[in-house]
């Protein structure tokens, strides 16, 4: 991994307990539609736009790879952001569908809950068949992993290596945590939740800064010569009152002086 992205994940991480302890103190800021929230579903919202703007953008050099990932982390940011705002069911007055078990679908967490309720009101056959589905899952999943392990080696390589990848890795680690702590039933951890779904979405708008700020720095690295070749005559010509031929004309012009000769 290198230096900047083990930098950034260490002051992630410091951030994040930082937040933490906070919200322990004044557990009023993360409550639903407060100040945490909101500025989470604002972030969110901020990284969807950028995302879809460097995508679309002409100037930036970017590969199919990296426009693919731009439109689906684009299309992510959206659904967390409708999500944080309940799918504007608060603000507008809206009615969601109820869950069964209780509760209203108004989220994308939702779904692992649901999932979790039918596992569980299906009983020993439900819990043998998600055993059995989990334990084929991760029997291919090592499979493949052996089949693939160069390229999937090249893929984490490049995931510690850069700062776009690694970021993106970052905060979807987060989120995931958060889906998971969601189904915790714990003063703590609902705390938790809330600010790494916060610090997420400030994950992925630097995520997407630093994808802007590495394609930049290579279309000034390999811009070409010859317009910089023709400011500087440009500028003697300014100064000197008289046009001053490039070097290239220079040459084509001896040459012929000579074949005349």
């Not at 002051?11 to 307990?17: D, G, L, W, Y």
């Not at 952001?81 to 679908?105: C, D, N, V």
């Not at 000197?240 to 070097?247: C, L, M, Q, R």
Request: proline fraction near 3%; include cysteine.
């Amino acid at each position: 991994m290198s230096r900047e992205n083990v930098a950034f994940v260490c002051s992630v991480a410091a951030i994040v307990t930082l937040l933490f302890t906070i919200g322990l103190s004044r557990p009023n800021l993360l409550v639903e539609d407060n100040l945490v929230e909101s500025a989470g579903a604002l972030g969110f919202a901020t990284a969807s736009l950028l995302a879809i703007g460097t995508a679309i953008r002409r100037r930036v050099s970017l590969s199919s790879i990296e426009k693919n990932i731009l439109v689906g982390t684009s299309g992510l940011c959206l659904i967390l952001f409708l999500s944080e705002i309940s799918f504007g069911t608060r603000m507008f007055g809206l009615q969601m569908p109820r869950m069964r078990g209780g509760g209203e679908f108004d989220g994308g967490h939702d779904i692992v809950i649901l999932a979790l309720r039918l596992l569980r009101d299906a009983g020993p056959a439900g819990y043998l068949a998600a055993a059995i589905g989990a334990l084929l899952f991760l029997t291919l999943a090592a499979v493949l992993l052996h089949m693939f392990r160069q390229e999937v080696w090249a893929i984490l390589r490049r995931i510690l290596a850069r700062p776009f990848e690694c970021r993106l890795a970052l905060a979807l680690a987060m989120l995931a945590s958060a889906v998971t702590l969601d189904l915790i039933t714990s003063y703590k951890s609902a705390i938790l939740e809330e600010v790494l779904e916060f610090s997420a979405g400030g994950v992925l708008i630097l995520a997407i800064i630093a994808l802007r700020r590495e394609t930049g720095s290579k279309m000034v690295e390999h811009a070409p010569d010859s317009s910089l070749t023709d400011d500087k005559h440009a500028l003697s010509a300014r100064i000197f009152g008289k046009p001053t031929a490039s070097p290239a004309l220079a040459e084509v012009g001896r040459r012929s002086r000579e074949r005349a000769k």
